[in-house]
Each structure stands twice: as structure tokens, then as C-alpha cells.
């Protein structure tokens, strides 16, 4: 992994819940776990029901829901969309 | 004091309290627009996302989806009509209705077969009022979209959507609402949702999408089931929109009409002010003249 970052957003459908610099993310696609770092292949994937991880760029992890949304990836940024994303503390 | 005098007092009075009712409504309104607005632009980076993602699989992956299909001949178009819960905004609700009157008489020589879905305590009553049949409606609040609502709404007009025609259900689906332009103006507008148009020359100016070139996907797990997957969503973002975009044409079409309330019960206070003084200073003169004609007969009798 070089020195880049991932650019995250998490975005519910009434507001942005979340935004930063990350180094790893894990998401539950229907089709199985999925880790992502910087470098990735644009992706879009649709989203399972269960929680995204991000490994935030200053060594902390967020744990976003994200029930029935989706992911897309390019260029670096990633973003988590659901109508009712939250973070969980 | 006399009878005139008081009438004209009475009249102050009550364009006072009406005044302050008005003046109370339109500061109200003013400050909800900001909150409104701020709705608006939040739900923006959703949209966005969505719109980009949408377009994203519809152009890299060579899919067909019951939500973009057209039918060759439709034959009935459901109307879903945005209005608001709560009068006393003008025109806000009733340009709404009337575009939907032009909307329906348009699909009607098309002959296609309308039914109405309605939102929004008003819409409710015009249809109640002139015994127009309604699918179903949503009742309450309109000033302030809850995303709940707009997923009831996208389920039910999706699975309207998706039933054949001889089982009742419709081939397009149609949006009225009062699009927000800026604080003084709002337009009545009526957009096709569905079946959607691939080519996204979406009637969304309001979106920007970004112009540099998308790149291929992968698709996980597959084109059709993310495009079957994002479509509903889709959808239920539109109508959201025009929720969120109907709700501040509420606020900013009610503070305007209750500004021009509060400057009429001004004028109308002005005036009758000017009224009363006139009356209250012929009383006095009457007065006056009463009192010297009784002197001068008291002079005259002595």
C-alpha cells in the first residue's frame, strides 16, 4: 500500500453522515465480505444488511450501517450510500 | 363617542389582531424556509450519488429492466399530486392542482385512462369536493417530508407500476409538484418518473453530474441485479425531492402571501385611522357648534 488514501463518504439520503481520509474499508456485499484499499477497480456493489467498517487514515475504526444501500469506488473514493445510514458508536 | 367613531375603532382593532396573526405566520414561514432549504442541499449529496451511480450501470451494462420499459401503447397513467396540508399560501396549492387539471386532460386525449395519487391535505379535499375518485393518499406532513413517506409512496406507485394493465395497473407515472426556484418563485412543474428514460437528460438541472467520464465498473453482484437493486432507491430519491423541493415552495409561497396580508391590514389600518380622525374631529365640531348655538340662545332669552 502506498502512502495514498481512500476518501470516504458515507451519505444517508437526508444528509452526509460521514467523511474523511481512510485507509482500509470492509463491507458485506450480497455476494460475500469485501475489503477495499486505495488502488481499487471501480466498483459498485450492492450492500447486504450488515455494518461497514472503515480504518479511518489516524488509526480508527468507524463502524457505519448501511442496511440496503450500496457502494460505488473510483479513483480512490468510496462511497457508502444508504436512505438510513448511521454511524454506531 | 359617537356611533362612527366607535365602528371605525372596532374595525382598527380587528385589522390589528389580524395583522399580528399574519405578521406571526410570516415570520414563522421565514425562518422555516432557511430550515427547508438546508433539508435540500443536505439530500443533495445523495442524489448525486445515486443519480451517478444509476447512470453508471445503465450505461455499462447493456440491461433491460421492467423500470425502464415502455410499454408500446399505454393506456393508463397515474399521477402522484404534491400539495400541502395547510392553506393560507397563496397559490401554492392550487397552481399545483390546476397543472394537474392541464396533465390530465393532456394523457386523457392521448387516451390514456388517470388515476391520482395524492399527497398532502388539500389535494384530498379538491378531489373530495368535486367527487373524483383517488387511489390513495398521504395525509400530514407536508411541510416536512420524512424519508418514510416517500418510501410508502415509490412502493406503492412501483407496484402499481409493475402490475399489467388488465390487473389495474398503470403504464406511466406522473409527478406534479411546486418545484422550488428561489424565495419568490415557485413553479408548478410535472415530470414523467416512470418508466425511466435511460438517456439521462434528466429534468434536473438542479443536479449537477459530474462531466468527467465514468469508469468502468465492476458489478457486484451483477449489472441487472445492482440496477434492480438501485432503481427503487432511485426512485424513492425522486420523490423525496419533489417533496423536500415542494415543502420549501410551501414555506416561501406562504411567508409571501402572509407578507402581503400584513401590508394589507397595514393599509387597511391607515385608512381607517385617517377614517376615525375625521369622524372624531366632525364630533367635536358638532360639539362645539351645540354648545355656542346653546349660549347664544341663552344670550338671546335673557
Redesign the interface.
Known amino acids: 500500500m502506498s502512502t495514498s488514501t481512500l476518501e470516504v463518504?458515507v451519505?444517508?439520503?437526508?444528509?452526509?453522515v460521514w467523511a474523511g481520509q481512510a485507509t482500509m474499508l470492509v463491507a458485506r456485499?450480497?455476494?460475500g465480505e469485501?475489503g477495499i484499499l486505495p488502488g481499487h477497480?471501480?466498483?459498485?456493489?450492492?450492500l447486504s444488511s450488515g455494518e461497514v467498517r472503515i480504518h479511518t487514515a489516524d488509526n480508527g475504526v468507524i463502524l457505519a450501517k448501511a442496511d440496503?444501500?450500496?457502494l460505488?469506488v473510483?479513483?480512490n473514493t468510496v462511497?457508502v450510500?444508504a436512505?438510513?445510514a448511521e454511524l454506531v458508536v | 363617542m359617537g356611533a362612527q367613531l366607535r365602528i371605525y375603532r372596532q374595525k382598527i382593532k380587528s385589522a390589528q389582531t389580524t395583522k399580528k396573526i399574519t405578521r406571526a405566520m410570516e415570520l414563522i414561514s421565514a425562518s422555516r424556509i432557511q430550515k427547508a432549504q438546508t433539508?435540500m442541499n443536505?439530500?443533495a449529496?445523495?442524489t448525486k450519488?445515486?443519480t451517478?451511480?444509476v447512470t453508471?450501470?445503465a450505461v455499462g451494462s447493456n440491461v433491460d429492466h421492467p423500470l425502464t420499459t415502455q410499454t408500446e401503447t399505454p393506456r393508463r397513467a397515474a399521477v402522484v399530486v404534491f400539495t400541502s396540508d395547510r392553506g393560507l399560501a397563496g397559490a401554492f396549492s392550487s397552481q399545483v392542482l390546476r397543472e394537474t387539471g392541464e396533465l390530465g386532460e393532456k394523457l386523457k386525449s392521448e387516451g390514456k385512462e388517470v388515476v391520482y395519487y395524492l399527497v398532502g391535505r388539500k389535494a384530498v379535499s379538491y378531489f373530495a369536493f368535486r367527487q373524483r375518485k383517488w387511489e390513495r393518499d398521504w395525509i400530514g406532513g407536508t411541510d416536512r417530508p420524512e424519508?418514510e413517506t416517500?418510501?410508502e409512496i415509490s412502493d406503492a406507485v412501483i407496484e402499481h407500476f409493475l402490475k399489467s394493465y388488465d390487473e389495474g395497473g398503470a403504464d406511466e407515472i406522473h409527478l406534479v409538484y411546486n418545484r422550488f426556484v428561489n424565495l419568490v418563485s415557485q413553479v408548478p412543474s410535472a415530470l414523467r418518473l416512470l418508466p425511466l428514460e435511460v438517456v439521462e437528460a434528466e429534468a434536473d438541472a438542479e443536479i449537477p453530474t459530474g462531466h468527467d467520464v465514468l469508469?468502468?465498473?465492476?458489478?457486484?453482484?451483477h449489472g441487472f441485479?445492482?440496477l434492480d437493486?438501485?432503481l427503487p432507491?432511485f426512485i424513492?430519491?425522486r420523490i423525496?425531492a419533489a417533496m423536500l423541493s415542494s415543502a420549501a415552495a410551501e414555506h416561501a409561497a406562504r411567508q409571501k402571501a402572509m407578507k402581503s396580508a400584513t401590508d394589507n391590514a397595514d393599509k387597511l389600518i391607515q385608512n381607517y385611522t385617517r377614517l376615525a380622525n375625521n369622524a372624531r374631529q366632525s364630533e367635536i365640531t358638532q360639539q362645539i357648534s351645540e354648545i355656542v348655538g346653546g349660549a347664544d340662545a341663552l344670550v338671546s332669552a335673557k
Open positions: 463518504h451519505v444517508a439520503a437526508d444528509r452526509e456485499t450480497t455476494e469485501l477497480e471501480p466498483l459498485l456493489g450492492v440496503g444501500g450500496f460505488s473510483e479513483h462511497m450510500v436512505s438510513q | 433539508r443536505s439530500a449529496p445523495y450519488a445515486l451517478r451511480a453508471a450501470v424519508v416517500a418510501q469508469p468502468l465498473y465492476e458489478f457486484e453482484p441485479e445492482v437493486k438501485l432507491v424513492e430519491n423525496f
